[in-house]
């Protein structure tokens, strides 16, 4: 008897999760005709925007009506960077979201940046969030530093610094630089993690080495050199050492 009930379980589930595998495909292709009607699709529609799709746009609209996630996200880029086309955060956010609902972690966090910004869809942090989330959870690096910065400036939820830290933590186990330097604000301070400074000179020294130039690598700079401040000599030393241990760990990995 126990043997029959684990077996129509396990034939329950798997059941269900064929069903909501077909109900998901089955919307991105609704979602995808409708976005085709829209603008202009290879069967009717607007005309003038079948003459002004580009070959590009012409060989991924098939493939994308039917529920191929790449070319749904790639027809997104199109017209979120106006290759070959004018820009329209609208169309882009249409066809990131095709890709988005099947589980394509990258259009997923790019809905999340549009529904952040308000480019194409409502601006809505509650949304921005969920998307961040999805695409943060299958190891999307900006995501995962994206998804820390609402914890951290308390945008859409309550400021949560301990929630912060996973997130950074993860981007910047990544490699992202951003999330590097605010992990290792946040250990300076003792925001969410406890205070440590040799830590906090670590991710902060990591940061100001692998941001490329601009404002993360000052920032990183600037805030070594205020930490150096405030160590000895073998603290500093054993903190770089950290930095470099990490290094090599990262480029074994690769």
Not at 53 to 68: F, S, W
Not at 82 to 98: E, I, K, L
Not at 206 to 226: H, Q
């Amino acid at each position: 008897m126990d043997r029959e009930i684990r077996r129509r379980k396990i034939v329950g589930f798997s059941i269900r999760k064929i069903i909501s595998a077909a109900i998901l495909l089955c919307a991105a292709v609704l979602l995808a005709a409708c976005a085709d009607s829209d603008t202009g699709g290879d069967k009717g529609g607007n005309a003038y925007e079948n003459r002004t799709d580009t070959p590009e746009i012409r060989a991924l609209r098939p493939q994308a009506g039917h529920g191929d996630v790449k070319a749904q996200y790639s027809l997104g880029l199109i017209y979120d960077e106006g290759r070959g086309v004018a820009q329209n955060y609208a169309r882009a956010a249409r066809w990131y979201r095709m890709a988005a609902i099947q589980g394509h972690a990258p259009a997923q966090f790019k809905l999340g940046s549009m529904s952040q910004k308000g480019l194409g869809v409502p601006q809505d942090s509650i949304a921005a969030m969920g998307w961040h989330r999805k695409a943060a959870e299958q190891g999307h690096a900006t995501a995962q530093y994206n998804l820390g910065s609402m914890y951290h400036k308390g945008a859409a939820i309550l400021q949560n610094f301990a929630l912060a830290a996973r997130w950074y933590r993860q981007a910047a186990e990544q490699g992202d630089p951003r999330a590097q330097l605010e992990l290792g604000l946040l250990y300076a301070r003792g925001d969410g993690v406890r205070k440590d400074l040799l830590e906090a000179y670590k991710w902060i020294n990591l940061a100001s080495a692998m941001a490329p130039l601009g404002e993360t690598r000052s920032l990183s700079t600037k805030a070594r050199n205020f930490l150096e401040r405030r160590m000895s000599r073998p603290e500093i030393t054993k903190s770089q050492r950290l930095s470099r241990d990490w290094m090599t760990q990262r480029r074994a990995k690769k």
